[in-house]
């Protein structure tokens, strides 16, 4: 496979004499010459060989941070943590490149799904990860973040729940059984060898602030806007969503538990209805008629669905309070001086969540914050605060 100078070479560069255990484990992550190559656009261009890709990984890819497609998380990491790599900041930087690697792969999220995985966790936790577990809707993506602190880095474990609204988490209808779904994969804590004491940022509440109070409002022809009914509304979103987290926290240690406030609003008006005909998009037929409803539609402009969203955060950190849950502000960050969403962060068009590059900095500060604790991270206090 290699060279006798390349060899020579990684051996260098990772204190190993024997590079077969760390060929196998690399390999069993499911490493692919052909699919690394295309995945990085600069070595395709450049025409490296993909039989060339295994050495170029090893020897240079770990610290360019480059992309590389793998299997489902977690094949092979486990391997690779317990191998007794002598450069052990390497071996995190390997480790660390796999793992997100595999992230990427589709198959992934229902592997997450499945069961809570304690020999995963410690594998990070052993490679100077962060674990946390990132549970909401397609807003929650934001807190999947790449981020480090010296050899300490952030491993987020998305389960995404399309459509998710918090509203529905209890009493599921047949359509979004998201809330079920979630408390099966918390019952499987109960097997883990010792006490699940990983953070779960749980990000609902988005779409019941926005889209689907306007889409309950087109259904009961409620033209006119009332902030009253949307008052109403969000106690009545906020109170089952609060019904819900007492289940979990029945069975999940609460202190693990972070509830996030809902972002900002990411539109401006211009683009609000058409995101919102994308959103409940069916045959052209239906989309025109749903058009044709929204222009009888009173829609809050930019200010005032701020203050809508505004209003709900405020029912959702009083539920928190009086539960004893810890509350994420993920809304003032994003707020400029007059009070509407700093205009970085709105969305790119075609989009109707926060800029996601544009947002990294406040959301990377955030995730540090609030899940690198002593207790959650294992690691020293100096390390889990910085940044």
């Not at 039989?51 to 480059?66: I, K, P, W």
């Not at 509440?205 to 009332?226: E, H, T, V």
């Not at 590059?357 to 914050?369: K, N, R, T, Y």
């Amino acid at each position: 496979m290699f060279s006798e100078e390349q060899a020579s070479f990684i051996s260098d560069k990772t204190g190993l004499s024997d590079l077969g255990p760390l060929v196998g484990c690399v390999k069993q992550c499911g490493f692919d010459g052909a699919a690394y190559v295309a995945a990085n656009a600069d070595l395709q261009e450049a025409g490296l060989d993909p039989s060339s890709a295994f050495f170029h990984l090893l020897a240079h890819g770990v610290d360019e941070q480059r992309h590389v497609p793998g299997d489902t998380l977690p094949e092979g990491l486990p391997a690779l943590a317990a191998l007794a790599i002598p450069d052990q900041a390497y071996a995190r930087r390997l480790f660390r490149t796999l793992f997100f690697g595999q992230l990427e792969n589709p198959r992934t999220a229902a592997r997450l799904w499945q069961s809570i995985d304690g020999v995963l966790i410690e594998a990070i936790r052993r490679m100077g990860g962060v674990p946390y577990f990132i549970i909401g809707d397609s807003h929650s993506n934001h807190y999947r973040r790449h981020s480090s602190i010296g050899d300490v880095w952030l491993a987020p474990l998305p389960m995404l729940c399309h459509g998710g609204s918090a509203v529905r988490l209890t009493g599921d209808d047949a359509g979004t059984p998201h809330g079920s779904r979630i408390l099966r994969w918390a019952r499987t804590a109960a097997y883990l060898p010792s006490e699940f004491d990983v953070p779960i940022i749980l990000n609902f509440g988005g779409i019941d602030a926005d889209f689907f109070w306007m889409w309950r409002r087109l259904r009961k022809r409620a033209y006119r806007f009332s902030i009253g009914e949307f008052d109403a509304w969000a106690r009545e979103s906020v109170a089952q969503y609060g019904v819900f987290l007492d289940t979990l926290g029945s069975i999940l240690d609460r202190k693990m538990l972070w509830i996030s406030s809902v972002f900002p609003t990411a539109l401006g008006d211009a683009e609000w209805a058409e995101q919102f005909v994308h959103a409940y998009q069916g045959t052209p037929e239906r989309d025109r008629q749903l058009a044709t409803e929204l222009q009888k539609l009173e829609i809050p402009d930019l200010s005032g669905r701020t203050k809508l969203r505004a209003l709900y955060n405020s029912h959702l950190r009083r539920m928190c309070d009086d539960k004893g849950l810890d509350f994420v502000d993920a809304f003032s960050p994003f707020l400029g001086g007059d009070g509407l969403p700093d205009s970085r962060y709105l969305a790119l068009p075609g989009d109707f969540h926060l800029n996601q590059e544009a947002s990294e900095e406040p959301l990377v500060h955030l995730i540090w914050q609030h899940v690198c604790t002593d207790s959650a991270c294992r690691l020293p206090s100096q390390a889990a605060t910085a940044g």
